[in-house]
């Protein structure tokens, strides 16, 4: 890693830009042939493991018939979420919103304002202020996607229909670290957790994966296969301790940092929730996608997520999932959302409105 610092960052072997172009259609085609012989390489050789094979499933027509059953008649619902950040020097605001669908009705089923200034307590010292703004600047983009995490989750269990399609993981690196606040933060996600795995029906459908390895390998399934890839406990694991250093594999990089008290809460989760949801991998579309599953009901969520993903045959992806989140980009735009900030704090003079505004969105483009 040292080395590959070093080598990137000598300006010495940088090109100026016009050299630069007289040769990157060439080096780019290169450095793609190169890629495309690896990955094929790497399915060739997972796809020969008697072991790997085995955990490759086809869609049985009457688990497809009962998942198109299920979806049609209402029972299954998708929920999706967005946050609208706007940075400004008071601290900021943000709008958090949810929405719900099912086909047999879509509605927004709440949204939330939320602003960053009610994170910190009023003050009366200038300079106590400032520091509180500091630390509220400097935690509360984590903090707010997991509110939106669990919101979007809590919303799911609340909802009527037995079968829950989720955006994402089903506990999400923005609740398994607490989202910095682990005293208040980390138990209520714990618990959340539980929650979602004890109903057996919660399915995390996940469209963007740091499995590289994985996710490339099976590209060579046929279309509507399923593989069980591991559970996820194995996820937690790697998590907690962390991945092993591909320069040094005595040494491990990237692992969670807690207090005792809340390791101990992460392991148990692990060693009793961990088991019971299998990680799965789908195929539908031209990419593969992963999914986390109850081991209970796995193969008929592998069901559910592939039919009501043959609603869009080149994407290969949950419609349910992707109608709510068009939803909330139609509904609760960003754009839309920073505008209005502008207009309202416009009203106050155009004074207020040069402090408040963010120094990057006056740039010219």
């Known amino acids: 890693m040292d080395d590959q ?49 085995g955990r490759v499933k086809k869609l049985i027509p009457e688990l497809q018939d009962w998942a198109k059953e299920q979806l ?6 998708a929920v999706d979420g967005t946050l609208s950040t706007i940075p400004s020097t008071s601290g900021g605001r943000a709008r ?41 600047n400097s935690t509360s983009n984590l903090l707010m996607r997991a509110v939106m995490a669990y919101a979007e989750r809590d919303l799911a269990l609340r909802r009527d229909e037995s079968w829950k399609f989720i ?4 506990l999400p ?69 962390g991945e092993p250093d591909p320069d040094n ?22 060693n009793e929730y961990g088991p019971k949801v299998k990680v799965g991998i789908f195929k539908v579309g ?20 592939m039919v009501d993903s043959m609603m869009q045959p080149m994407r290969g992806f949950p419609l349910l999932i992707d109608y709510a989140d068009q939803i909330c980009s139609k509904h609760l735009a960003g754009g839309e959302f920073e505008r209005l900030i502008q207009f309202k704090t416009a009203r106050f003079g155009i004074e207020a409105l040069g402090y408040e505004i963010d120094p990057r969105r006056t740039r010219r483009r």
């Open 5 to 53: 610092f070093l080598s990137l960052t000598n300006l010495d072997s940088w090109q100026p830009l016009e050299q630069y172009f007289e040769g990157c259609d060439e080096s780019l085609l290169t450095d793609i042939k190169k890629n495309l012989e690896w990955r094929s390489a790497l399915r060739k050789k997972l796809l020969e493991d008697p072991a790997f094979e």
């Open 72 to 77: 049609f008649s209402g029972d299954v619902c």
């Open 96 to 136: 958090i919103g949810v929405v719900a669908t099912s086909y047999k009705s879509d509605r927004i089923e709440r949204v939330v304002y939320v602003s960053y200034g009610r994170l910190a307590e009023p003050v009366t010292d200038p300079t106590d202020y400032f520091k509180k703004l500091k630390s509220v």
């Open 167 to 170: 955006h994402g993981e089903l």
């Open 173 to 241: 690196y923005e609740l398994r670290t607490g989202a910095g606040r682990t005293k208040t933060v980390l138990p209520r996600a714990i618990d959340l957790g539980k929650r979602l795995i004890d109903c057996e029906k919660a399915i995390g459908v996940i469209e963007g994966s740091l499995d590289v390895d994985l996710l490339n390998a099976v590209e060579t399934l046929d279309k509507y296969e399923y593989v069980e890839a591991r559970t996820l406990a194995h996820d937690l694991k790697m998590f907690l301790e």
């Open 249 to 270: 594999p005595n040494q491990r990089i990237g692992a969670a940092h807690f207090g005792d008290k809340d390791r101990t809460r992460v392991e148990d989760f692990m």
């Open 286 to 305: 031209f990419k593969p996608y992963l999914f986390q599953a109850h081991a209970a009901y796995f193969e008929k969520a592998a069901a559910l997520v």
